[in-house]
């Protein structure tokens, strides 16, 4: 596949895996992609360049002894800045839908088991990437309440306050707010998401009402239209 897209400045990718092999043949694989690669065997290396590097997108293999990758994915969401809204692709032999299910709740924006073909990891990467790059316009800010979504920007706000979204998040609100009030067929929000399913869309809306609503049980804000999908209805 041809990577003559890529912008100027090579993106900067971190690899986390505690197999020496399997690390070193990422970084070379991703590298002769056209990436720039560091990596780290473990969470602890991982917060100190986290802490002080910037990064496109990580790799995170779940299964490594002390601290995984679900507790890693975690700690790095809770960070403030553009650090804690690095895109993640958690890279497991965990397959099972739980497992993926709570890489997701955790704020990780997808999942691969191994072993895995070489190209779809950068088919995945790529599509990240183009998702945390695109910036559609699709009709400035809605009021949610409490809460703020400015679609352009891609930002939800609380009192002025930011909140902090994966890239799947900022796509899905967007996709809502193209037609706010009106009905979006659960499906059609699935569509490129990491589960065609729905099931990853289902996951994503519980969380954002967490972040917006007020009773998330009691949604006012991001509706559930039976038999359809999901509908947004700002003030």
Request: charged share 30%; glycine share 8%; with cysteine.
């Amino acid at each position: 596949m041809s990577f003559s897209d890529a912008p100027p400045r090579a993106r900067h990718l971190l690899v986390v895996d505690d197999d020496d092999r399997i690390r070193d043949l990422l970084k070379e694989y991703l590298t002769r992609a056209g990436f720039r690669v560091t990596a780290a065997a473990g969470g602890a290396p991982a917060r100190r360049l986290l802490a002080t590097l910037d990064f496109d997108l990580a790799v995170f293999d779940v299964m490594m002894p002390g601290e995984d990758g679900f507790s890693l994915t975690r700690w790095l969401r809770e960070q403030r800045g553009s650090s804690g809204k690095t895109p993640v692709l958690m890279l497991t032999a965990k397959t099972e839908a739980g497992d993926r299910i709570e890489g997701l709740k955790l704020g990780a924006d997808d999942y691969l088991g191994k072993p895995f073909e070489p190209e779809e990891l950068l088919l995945r990467i790529e599509a990240i990437l183009r998702r945390a790059q695109d910036k559609p316009q699709v009709g400035g800010s809605l009021s949610l309440g409490r809460c703020a979504f400015d679609a352009d920007r891609g930002e939800l706000t609380s009192g002025g306050e930011s909140i902090r979204l994966t890239e799947a998040e900022v796509a899905l609100l967007r996709q809502l707010a193209r037609t706010p009030h009106e009905a979006v067929d659960r499906m059609e929000l699935a569509r490129g998401s990491v589960d065609p399913s729905g099931r990853a869309v289902d996951v994503q809306v519980t969380r954002l009402r967490r972040k917006i609503e007020e009773d998330p049980k009691a949604p006012r804000y991001l509706q559930t239209v039976r038999g359809v999908g999901y509908r947004l209805a700002p003030d």
